[in-house]
């Protein structure tokens, strides 16, 4: 589709993502200069006004249709126009709708709104969803659905489901988690016995109070999330044969063991170490230190988070664990092992020569450190500043610079953490432990990928599981979208999809990125330099999915399906091997707690190679893989609208990289594989059958004679039974052609309708002759009526002088020829003014004739208030008579009085004359 000047458009602005506006100007080389603007009541919610200039075709998206920016269907798929930039589009005007779940094909994408008290999504709404069917189909999409209508399938197909979350820190996994959860639990409770509802509400209840210890173990505040879970978890829902919740368990994958020990600027470590730090036990457990004087715990300049109380939550984990089956004694054991972390890494060490000594003014942690572990505190120190070598079969004891003693001494605790940190969830799987039959729900609450600044070894691996996940969800969506296309008898042989595959090959097969770190590691003298040389030796120039830049010494690049991502390879080594030497073990395992012993593993014999950390995630991937593939997968994707972390706030690129690496963009990329835009047969009719009109009645008829006309290829148009199937560059082509077509009929439209205001310009102006001349007659009656006023004034006047001569002379007679006079003058002006009367009735129902029957309102109007002229014109006229008729017959009887009374004077005279 052409791109022309002044045309809407979305456009791809590098500050704020996909922004609707116009194209400004159309630059040399094929660039484009675009600036935000509304399209009528169409806007881009949040965005701020600018101009982008040196743009390329493909950075801006023409809209034709500009009716099309109101669609903002409850499934994105729907959208008639299918395109990253509609996509971002409708979210972010039903983000503003606070309307904050949508679907795009089976994914449910759910932004954090950050406040709770969106109406509609209230837990009081619950029972709206729960009395719906088998299908959620009446209510808005939600967490709530994606479990009701995961539910259902597992109950109708006797088959297993899982619900994938994902999504950054932040964005609401976990909240999801437990949505999800609370209505897995109030579904499976709607029917059965009391007793049943009752064992349900229990398993529910131990569940729930699972969640502040994990969270307490496996969660920290970072920059993004003041709640961050910092491990992947996957929970295994267990219904028996009736749909009955009866139990779960939990697997955990790959803590991040950094943040034992230390943590970035404006973050924390994990909770534990805070609520031991400020629990009511601080004494007990030798850590009621000031806050500010922790190492591990003000690595990140942060001590406490907004409305959260250490102490509080403290005795919260307490009583969890206690309600999860986990005893008193254990509940003690449990702190001490964090307790003697903590007091462990406030130990630092000095160099002594080539070897090195613990400072003596930490000397003092140690000892606190052995007392609560209960473990020797001289063997202690020994192992964290030597260790043993074995050079021609002979162990040699070698010490250990201040920076290897450091190494040696967090290996300890992150290994003493994770196992902790194990131990807890399978205390709490043993809580929900029951064995039935019946089908499971998994729900995956796994991190992110993620890019920052500094890309290590833990975002290598956490990206490597979302680019396995998408990879999985690529194949399963692709194959739905297809299975759809052959129902509607659409041929997809030719169809390709977007594979990740070869770059799952590049990260995990035989020398792969994986590999070649575990042979690495496996040498006596590997090195983290060792280890770029042969990923770059391998891979460079032979896969499209790596690269190396020449002036990153450390660095190499892995172009994953959500984004190029540069890994610092320093460190990778060690991480990888997170080697803690059995002497440190068999220290650990001599402690006098039971739970503190058995924390680490008992050192065994090597045989051949030792499994690393990478080995070891790849394994319990592949696991994860094998359960997720044998379920039927649902997916909720979380999203953080802005990173300030407030409501109402909207930031278009991380919106549009969290889409990207959540895998929704990759939806669209799916569908434009294959054919992206689906019209139904009318609604393919409403748009184009200006290109050749045909029945209505016959609308796949119809259909079939507009896409034979435009002559496309069936690789990028096909009639399906009940739609149109297209890629965009036939739609566009449809769309160029209806505008040429339009642009012929336009000029016949506008000829007639220059007729047509012609004619009536006309019939205005002819009306407006005849008011001119209704008012005139109009004018006239007014001003007979006037003169007639002047003429009964002067009659009266002329009334009076004859009543004052005839009472002066006494001549009755010159009275009676006055009435008579007055009589006919009055019957004269009478006569007169209907006379006029009638001439302009007649005038006006001429003129009423002549007018056509379809003149408009306006014309009725006037007429309707000329008519009420005159009829009020005859009402004052009837007044006005009625006065003088009243004002006559009060005359006749001042004169028949003054008659009675000459005649009474006669009498009197005659009387007079004749005494």
Not at 530 to 550: E, I, M
């Amino acid at each position: 589709m052409s791109i022309t000047k002044d045309a809407v458009c979305f456009y791809k602005s590098p500050k704020q993502s996909w922004v609707l506006g116009v194209v400004e100007s159309v630059d040399p080389k094929d660039t484009y200069t675009c600036k935000y603007q509304k399209c009528g009541e169409y806007s881009t919610k949040g965005a701020a006004a600018e101009s982008v200039s040196k743009l390329k075709a493909d950075d801006v998206f023409v809209v034709t249709d500009t009716s099309l920016l109101g669609q903002i269907p409850d499934d994105l798929l729907m959208l008639t126009l299918l395109h990253e930039s509609t996509l971002m589009h409708a979210l972010n005007q039903r983000y503003f709708l606070d309307t904050i779940y949508t679907c795009i094909g089976p994914i449910v994408v759910a932004f954090n709104p950050f406040k709770y008290t969106i109406p509609w999504y209230m837990d009081d709404q619950m029972p709206k969803y729960l009395e719906e069917g088998h299908v959620i189909k009446k209510n808005k999409p939600h967490s709530w659905s994606v479990a009701h209508n995961t539910y259902y399938e597992m109950m109708d197909n006797r088959q297993d489901q899982c619900v994938l979350v994902s999504g950054e820190s932040g964005a609401g996994k976990t909240v999801a988690v437990k949505i999800v959860m609370k209505y897995l639990g109030a579904i499976s409770c709607l029917k059965g016995t009391e007793e049943q509802k009752a064992a349900g509400q229990a398993v529910g209840f131990k569940l729930a109070q699972a969640s502040p210890i994990l969270e307490a173990f496996g969660n920290g505040k970072t920059t993004r999330n003041d709640n961050s879970s910092r491990f992947g978890k996957f929970m295994k829902v267990q219904f028996n044969s009736d749909g009955f919740l009866v139990g779960a368990h939990t697997t955990k994958y790959l803590l991040e063991k950094s943040r034992i020990t230390t943590c970035g600027p404006n973050e924390r470590c994990y909770h534990a170490f805070y609520l031991v730090a400020c629990g009511k036990d601080n004494k007990k457990y030798g850590v009621d230190l000031p806050m500010k004087d922790w190492i591990s715990l003000n690595a990140g300049g942060c001590l406490t988070v907004p409305d959260v109380d250490d102490g509080k939550d403290y005795a919260d984990c307490c009583q969890a664990m206690l309600d999860v089956g986990i005893k008193e004694e254990e509940v003690d054991q449990i702190w001490r092992a964090v307790a003697g972390i903590l007091l462990l890494l406030q130990v630092t060490f000095d160099p002594a020569g080539e070897a090195s000594c613990v400072t003596p003014a930490t000397k003092g942690f140690i000892q606190k450190a052995v007392d609560i572990w209960g473990v020797d505190a001289a063997t202690l120190e020994k192992q964290m500043l030597t260790t043993e070598m074995v050079i021609g079969g002979s162990k040699v004891t070698k010490e250990l610079n201040p920076v290897q003693a450091k190494d040696s001494r967090d290996a300890l605790v992150k290994a003493l953490y994770d196992e902790l940190f194990s131990w807890l969830v399978m205390k709490c799987n043993e809580s929900g432990a029951v064995e039935c039959a019946g089908n499971f729900i998994g729900l995956l609450d796994i991190f992110g990928f993620e890019d920052f600044e500094k890309n290590s070894y833990e975002q290598l691996c956490i990206n490597l599981a979302n680019e396995t996940l998408q990879g999985h969800y690529n194949n399963f969506i692709f194959n739905k979208d297809m299975e759809e296309c052959r129902a509607e008898g659409v041929d997809v042989t030719s169809v390709e999809f977007p594979d990740n595959t070869p770059c799952l090959q590049m990260m995990t097969a035989k020398l792969g990125v994986l590999s070649l770190l575990d042979d690495e590691c496996s040498k006596g003298k590997g090195s983290d330099e060792g280890f770029l040389g042969a990923v770059v030796t391998q891979w460079k120039g032979k896969s499209p999915f790596f690269d190396k830049k020449q002036l990153a010494k450390w660095e190499f690049i892995i172009k994953h399906y959500a984004g190029d991502v540069s890994y610092d390879v320093q460190g990778f080594l060690d991480k990888n091997r997170d080697t803690l030497k059995d002497d440190m073990k068999v220290l650990m395992r001599s402690s006098s707690h039971p739970l503190i012993a058995i924390l680490l593993p008992e050192p065994v014999e090597k045989v051949g190679k030792k499994l690393t950390v990478g080995g070891m995630f790849k394994e319990s991937l592949g696991q994860l893989m094998a359960v997720i593939n044998s379920t039927n997968p649902h997916w909720i994707r979380c999203i953080k609208p802005h990173p300030a972390k407030k409501p109402g706030m909207w930031d278009g690129v991380e919106v549009n990289g969290q889409l990207s690496s959540s895998g929704v963009i990759g939806t669209v990329k799916v569908r434009k594989a294959g054919y992206p835009i689906r019209l139904p047969f009318l609604d393919f009719l409403k748009r184009f059958r200006l290109l050749k009109p045909g029945p209505l009645s016959d609308a796949e008829g119809t259909c079939r004679g507009i896409i034979d006309q435009m002559k496309f290829d069936p690789k990028v148009v096909q009639v399906g039974t009940t739609r149109i199937f297209m890629k965009n560059e036939p739609y566009s082509a449809l769309e160029d052609a209806i505008a040429e077509a339009s642009a012929k009929y336009v000029l016949v439209l506008q000829a007639y309708l220059l007729a047509q205001i012609a004619q009536r310009d006309a019939r205005e102006r002819e009306y407006e002759g005849s008011k001119v001349q209704l008012k005139e007659g109009l004018k006239a009656s007014i001003q007979l009526l006037s003169e007639e006023g002047k003429g009964r004034r002067g009659v009266f006047a002329e009334e009076q002088e004859a009543w004052a001569a005839l009472e002066a002379q006494g001549a009755a007679a010159k009275l009676e020829n006055l009435v008579v006079m007055e009589t006919a003058e009055r019957g004269a002006i009478r006569d007169e003014h209907h006379a006029l009367m009638q001439q302009l009735t007649e005038q006006e129902e001429e003129e009423r004739g002549t007018v056509e029957a379809r003149r408009l309102a306006a014309e009725k109007e006037a007429r309707e208030r000329l008519l009420a002229a005159i009829a009020s014109f005859d009402e004052d006229e009837d007044s006005a008579r009625t006065a003088i008729a009243d004002e006559e017959d009060e005359r006749w009887l001042k004169l028949e009085r003054t008659a009675h009374a000459e005649q009474a004077a006669r009498d009197e005279l005659r009387e007079e004359e004749a005494d």
